[in-house]
């Protein structure tokens, strides 16, 4: 289990392929009290839960026919026993893909890389088509697994319901392109992982799958909850109330833009990275303050943070954002794209509000 496993970053950041531009960049998103720094290298060891997003290049189609989608599953099947590699959840939807899955022994990279090199050079040889299939490198989710398992498993296997694909419950139940079908018992993939599952529900078969499928309506109620998409202390923590319900308390929960867990479960987690990896991490020391700058500024004016990092251009709105982009890439030494990421802009936009600043000046 995890705590039994140093976590490590990537194993072999050479073998990426310019088939599907998978890379493993070595910078890290560190977040305090919703401050996010430069994202990096990933959280694995075997047995350690990941929600993995594949996208593909500038939201094209990853799948252009059934027999694309039969290549994925087949493959994806065949890499999950040859890897140990369990899969509890997974989807495959027009131009993206959602998986939950443990780690093997030779741990996720791997099991990543050879399932998107190889599905994208057959993807191109048979479409007669040249470069990137996905977009920049896959997103992966180190999850905390008692609040976020089943949770998971019902927000994958949902996706092609609330995306249209299939236009009822009773549609998904037979739906061959996600692993719902499987736990249902409709159709039969031996390599997914469907005891562990229903094992959670009921330790017979016919009385786990019933209770899933209840759960699995129960839960169609809820919306897309985006929670369930990413790391960090703002889905962690609940929104960005609970960020100010925190900050009000003078609590600060430590989070990564890596990990979908508790503050608690992030230490413990990075307590365990390797030191190779650790160094890897930039210094925090001044996110305290530059978070508290840009929660002040916003409460001041009865602005949303929501509605700043969403890119609003209404006029107060537009200069708090002039403002706090000159104090975080000046006073706080931030980079133009990070400012940009915090500020809901491009980078562009930053660099021209800091030349109109410098001509003023």
Not at 203 to 229: D, H, W
Not at 315 to 325: C, G, P, T, W
């Amino acid at each position: 289990m995890l705590s039994a496993e140093k976590i490590v970053g990537p194993r072999n950041a050479r073998n990426s392929t310019n088939c599907t531009n998978v890379n493993e960049e070595k910078k890290c998103w560190v977040n305090v009290n919703g401050f996010v720094m430069p994202r990096g290298a990933r959280l694995d060891a075997p047995g350690a839960l990941h929600h993995v997003m594949v996208r593909g290049i500038e939201r094209d189609l990853l799948f252009l026919d059934d027999e694309d989608r039969e290549d994925f599953v087949e493959r994806m099947g065949r890499l999950a026993v040859d890897t140990g590699t369990a899969l509890f959840a997974w989807s495959l939807m027009s131009n993206h893909v959602h998986l939950l899955l443990r780690s093997g022994e030779p741990g996720m990279a791997v099991f990543m890389r050879r399932l998107l090199t190889g599905y994208a050079t057959r993807f191109n040889r048979r479409h007669k088509r040249y470069g990137h299939l996905f977009q920049n490198r896959y997103k992966s989710i180190l999850c905390e697994e008692e609040p976020y398992f089943l949770r998971l498993v019902s927000y994958i296997h949902l996706n092609p319901l609330r995306a249209g694909l299939v236009h009822s419950l009773e549609d998904l139940d037979g739906y061959r392109w996600s692993g719902h079908g499987m736990l249902m018992q409709q159709c039969c993939n031996r390599w997914q992982d469907c005891d562990t599952v229903l094992k959670l529900f009921s330790r017979k078969v016919r009385e786990g799958v019933g209770a899933y499928r209840l759960f699995i309506e129960t839960e169609s109620c809820k919306g897309r909850q985006p929670e369930l998409t990413g790391g960090g202390l703002v889905r962690s923590a609940g929104g960005w109330s609970e960020v100010k319900s925190l900050r009000k308390r003078g609590e600060q929960q430590f989070s990564d833009e890596r990990i979908l867990g508790s503050g608690e479960f992030v230490k413990e987690v990075l307590s365990q990275v390797e030191e190779s990896v650790k160094c890897l991490v930039p210094s925090v020391a001044t996110l305290p303050n530059a978070i508290e700058e840009l929660l002040q500024c916003c409460e001041a004016s009865g602005v949303a943070v929501s509605e700043l990092q969403r890119g609003s251009r209404q006029r107060e709105i537009s200069k708090i954002r002039r403002d706090l982009a000159v104090r975080f890439v000046q006073y706080y030494r931030m980079s133009h794209a990070e400012c940009a990421r915090q500020l809901g802009v491009s980078t562009s936009a930053v660099s021209r509000i800091l030349a109109r600043r410098g001509r003023k000046s």
